[in-house]
């Protein structure tokens, strides 16, 4: 079993800047695509940011120039730095991973949540 922990998430004022951490945690993985979405009150969940496996970044057009996503694959970990914060990117933070776990001669792909981190950014 895949677990993902985010973490880095708090208040902040606006133009403040954050930096969320989602680790992948558990054995005989191997990560492919890994994203941001987010979850406002009142508003569906929606993609932030994602990267593959070679290091490709994609953004949503709300975030583009303040947000940055990188990952760590020694450390099974991805980041989203985010800079220049406006109250509208108040929302629940979730990490989600394409992941494909090998056991013996067998190949799973799978798609796993993390439980969310709280970012506030006060006006």
């Known amino acids: 079993q895949v677990q993902l922990v985010e973490s880095g998430g708090g208040l902040v004022q606006t133009g403040g800047s954050l930096r969320l951490s989602c680790a992948a945690s558990g054995s005989g993985f191997s990560i492919n695509a890994m994203g941001w979405y987010r979850q406002a009150p009142g508003k569906q969940r929606e993609a932030v940011a994602a990267?593959?496996?070679?290091?490709?970044?994609n953004y949503a057009d709300s975030v583009k120039g303040r947000f940055t996503i990188s990952r760590d694959n020694a450390k099974n970990t991805v980041y989203l730095q985010m800079n220049s914060l406006k109250p509208e990117d108040t929302a629940v933070y979730f990490c989600?991973?394409?992941?494909?776990?090998?056991?013996?001669?067998?190949?799973?792909?799978?798609?796993?949540w993390g439980q969310g981190t709280q970012v506030t950014v006060s006006s």
């Open positions: 989600n991973s394409d992941i494909t776990t090998v056991q013996g001669i067998s190949f799973r792909r799978e798609n796993y």
């Open positions: 990267i593959t496996s070679g290091g490709s970044t």
